[in-house]
């Protein structure tokens, strides 16, 4: 098939609205064409390969999101079949035959881990090679071209650089056998893994070797029960109870699951993502990862071809998206962190949490999003110069929320051009939403002045007296 013709199957057979590599969107500043990474994770090669591919057939600009993907924007009219095409060449499409269901199988690739997978100090497995083989089988199911292109999965090893804020469909999260010494993976649907005591518990556990049958067993189970509509597992839970899920997985697989009390007790280990700035030890010494935040998640083709360098010049190196709009480069030789810290700087990427520019996270905005009341990105950049220490805001156009899955402790959601109102909480899972308002209809001065109030909690909510 033609790059066209797998790009046309693409938009006609899933009228999607998300953009993937074979479905170029548009948008106010051009196509956008997002390229999903395995593992977050990009080889030097591919790099600048992106990096040629932007500065020939887009605007030169890539955001990373927050499932630690890349999204290519201002792509230029009548360049979309090149830069599939370019892509393509440089291995960052799905795997496979590039058939009429190889368009699906760039959607299925929404499998998350930490960056720090396989590198992490603190975590219980590495979790790299069940990724690939989960990821393989993913998009070599053809009866997945089914699920919705937002459908997503979680695969956590236990690491201490974790994103756990964020509902996937599916989620798996190594714990410690308590019965003997081993690692088993608890797994919860339409949800994140448990931190605190009041989050809903694991529905049950499985051996890390019957992870990747699983995966195929639940997303099957999904396909057999969902009806039409259902395109979620909070829709499918919302008709079937999960015994009843789990009931039609362990026909599937001829297994019975692990299901106990301990299981249901469990709760992970709280993730440290200051982790995602700096340097720190990997699990060997003598390596450490070291992090960066390009501002407001946006690099440019010359910060791409920095990067490709650094990963080039450090042997063993890799380069990894984060699911906080930064980068992080793996396996960096303790005697090469300083050196490493100063390229990162030099190509304007912020690695030290007291840079405000670390703490603020703000979606495409008016600049190039129809749906946007404000310019987003100009608005937080302009913030960023006044945000108080520890403050973290995201600034979002509308309710969609495009930058964070998670809730950020204050959010300015635009109303109007350069007018928020501004929210507060202190739960990254609010089921409420961006949490209590604070006020209303706040310019970019008043919201500093208010993020800046010494005595903040103790300002009335807008709509409840307390946040308590
Ligand atoms: S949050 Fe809304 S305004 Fe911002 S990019 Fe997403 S859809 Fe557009």
Same mark, same amino acid.
């Given at each position: 098939m033609s790059h066209a013709d797998l790009s046309s199957n693409a938009s006609r057979l899933r009228p999607s609205a998300c953009p993937g590599l074979l479905r170029i969107v548009p948008a106010l500043d051009g196509g956008i064409c997002r390229v999903k990474l395995a593992r977050g994770e990009l080889s030097a090669a591919r790099t600048l390969a992106i990096a040629d591919a932007i500065d020939e057939?887009?605007?030169?600009?890539?955001?990373?999101?927050?499932?630690?993907?890349?999204?290519?924007?201002?792509?230029?009219?009548?360049?979309?079949?090149?830069?599939?095409?370019?892509?393509?060449?440089?291995g960052l499409g799905? *795997?496979?035959?590039?058939?009429?269901?190889?368009?699906?199988?760039?959607?299925?690739?929404?499998?998350?881990? *930490?960056?720090?997978?396989?590198?992490?100090?603190?975590?219980?497995?590495?979790?790299s090679p069940l990724a690939d083989d989960i990821l393989t089988r993913l998009q070599s199911d053809k009866r997945f071209a089914a699920l919705s292109p937002k459908f997503a999965l979680l695969l956590d090893g236990g690491e201490r650089l974790a994103?756990?804020?964020?509902?996937?469909?599916?989620?798996?999260?190594?714990?410690?056998?308590?019965k003997r010494d081993d690692v088993l993976f608890a797994f919860g649907l339409a949800g994140c893994p448990p931190v605190a005591e009041k989050h809903a518990g694991a529905i049950a556990a499985v051996a890390a070797s019957n992870?990747?049958?699983?995966? =195929?067993?639940?997303? =099957?189970?999904?396909?057999?029960l969902a009806a039409p509509e259902h395109t979620r597992m909070?829709?499918?839970?919302?008709?079937? *109870?999960?015994?009843?899920?789990?009931? =039609?997985?362990? *026909?599937?697989?001829?297994?019975?699951?692990?299901?106990?009390?301990?299981?249901?007790?469990?709760?992970?280990?709280?993730?440290?993502?200051?982790?995602r700035l700096g340097a720190h030890r990997q699990h060997d010494e003598r390596r450490s990862h070291v992090g960066g935040q390009p501002v407001l998640g946006r690099m440019d083709s010359a910060t791409l071809r920095g990067l490709a360098r650094l990963v080039a010049d450090n042997d063993g190196a890799t380069l990894r998206m984060t699911p906080w709009q930064g980068v992080l480069l793996t396996d960096i030789d303790?005697?090469?962190?300083?050196?490493?810290?100063?390229?990162?700087?030099?190509?304007?990427?912020?690695?030290?949490? =007291?840079?405000?520019?670390?703490?603020?996270?703000?979606?495409?905005?008016?600049?190039?999003?129809?749906?946007?009341?404000?310019?987003t990105k100009a608005d937080a950049s302009k913030l960023a110069a006044w945000l108080p220490a520890d403050a973290q805001v995201h600034l979002s156009g509308c309710p969609r929320s495009c930058a964070a899955a998670h809730r950020a402790p204050y959010t300015l959601l635009a109303v109007a051009p350069g007018r928020y109102d501004l929210y507060r909480t202190r739960d990254p899972r609010d089921p409420t939403g961006f949490g209590h308002c604070l006020a209303r209809g706040l310019t970019i001065d008043e919201a500093a002045g208010m993020l800046n109030h010494a005595a903040l909690p103790s300002i009335p909510s807008f709509d409840e007296p307390s946040d308590a």
């Open positions: 057939h887009a605007c030169g600009i890539v955001d990373i999101t927050n499932r630690a993907n890349l999204q290519l924007r201002g792509v230029k009219r009548g360049h979309e079949e090149p830069l599939i095409a370019a892509l393509l060449r440089a799905p *795997s496979g035959p590039q058939d009429a269901t190889h368009a699906f199988a760039d959607d299925v690739r929404n499998l998350m881990v *930490s960056p720090t997978a396989g590198r992490d100090a603190g975590a219980l497995i590495d979790t994103m756990l804020d964020h509902p996937h469909d599916i989620w798996f999260s190594a714990m410690r056998d308590p992870v990747a049958a699983l995966t =195929h067993a639940l997303v =099957h189970t999904f396909l057999d909070r829709d499918l839970l919302a008709v079937h *109870s999960v015994e009843r899920v789990l009931a =039609h997985v362990e *026909s599937k697989m001829g297994i019975a699951l692990a299901r106990d009390v301990s299981i249901e007790r469990w709760r992970r280990a709280p993730a440290d993502p200051s982790l303790t005697t090469k962190v300083a050196p490493t810290l100063q390229a990162l700087d030099a190509l304007g990427l912020a690695c030290d949490a =007291h840079n405000p520019l670390t703490r603020v996270i703000a979606c495409a905005g008016s600049a190039g999003c129809a749906k946007s009341l404000a310019d």
